[in-house]
């Protein structure tokens, strides 16, 4: 069974930094583009970032760039997003999805809560 | 980057009825184009990827159509299961963002 499972979220200050984290199973994750998608509360769903499968190419979304960065460790099916500079704009539920060939995001995790406030 | 509109932004309707959300891009994507269903509190899940393939566990009764710019969800006999958001998403190319919808919520009428 595929699963996905976000960690990591927290409160943190205007300015701070955090790193998540999503544990893998059920899949060849090495396989998989993998990406982190976000969503402020009462808001819309916001793609963040993406990694090609070995790593080798990772693209943002304008908002993020310079600030965010998303890596992988496929020995330890696991993919990570580590958040500097954050502001309250930040503020969401992260998710972790896959993608493969013709399908965007058909897995995803349960999402994990960050809070940017002072 | 590529613009996603979706409209309405709220539908009102009925167990029953046949219920239409449309997604406009502002570029052609080239029939990269899903659609995924929200309930409060859940991760988004995928009904339709390629414009117009139904992701495997889907009720048939969830269609896609169009092309380029142009693109349609359609829920052919609405379920009380289908009241949620509904968003599209294009996903032209790895190299750019992947940009979605503002999002479609079908409420009960």
């Known amino acids: 069974e595929v699963q996905l499972a976000e960690s990591g979220g927290d409160l943190v200050q205007p300015g701070g930094s955090l790193r998540l984290s999503c544990a893998a199973s059920?899949?060849?994750?090495?396989?998989?583009?993998m990406s982190w998608v976000r969503q402020a509360p009462g808001k819309g769903l916001e793609w963040v970032a993406n990694i090609k499968p070995d790593g080798s190419a990772t693209y943002y979304v304008d908002s993020v760039k310079g600030r965010f960065t998303i890596s992988r460790d496929n020995a330890e099916n696991s993919l990570f997003l580590q958040m500097n500079y954050l502001g309250v704009v930040d503020t969401a539920v992260y998710y972790c999805?896959?993608?493969?060939?013709?399908?965007?995001?058909?897995?995803w995790g349960q999402g994990t809560l960050v809070t940017v406030a002072s | 980057d590529i613009q996603m509109t979706q409209s309405p932004s709220t539908l009102s309707a009925s167990v029953g009825d046949r219920v239409t959300i449309t997604c406009r891009a502002s570029q052609s994507i080239n029939n990269w184009l899903a659609w995924y269903q929200q309930k409060p509190g859940k991760a988004p899940k995928l009904l339709i990827y390629k414009a117009s393939s139904l992701e495997s566990g889907v009720p048939s009764r969830f269609s896609g159509s169009g092309s380029g710019t142009e693109f349609t969800l359609t829920i052919s006999c609405l379920q009380p299961e289908d009241f949620a958001t509904y968003y599209c998403?294009?996903?032209?190319?790895?190299?750019?963002?992947?940009?979605f919808g503002q999002g479609t919520k079908v409420e009960i009428k």
């Open positions: 999805t896959r993608t493969v060939g013709a399908t965007p995001f058909d897995y």
């Open positions: 059920g899949f060849i994750f090495s396989d998989y583009w």
């Open positions: 998403q294009q996903y032209n190319s790895y190299s750019v963002s992947w940009t």
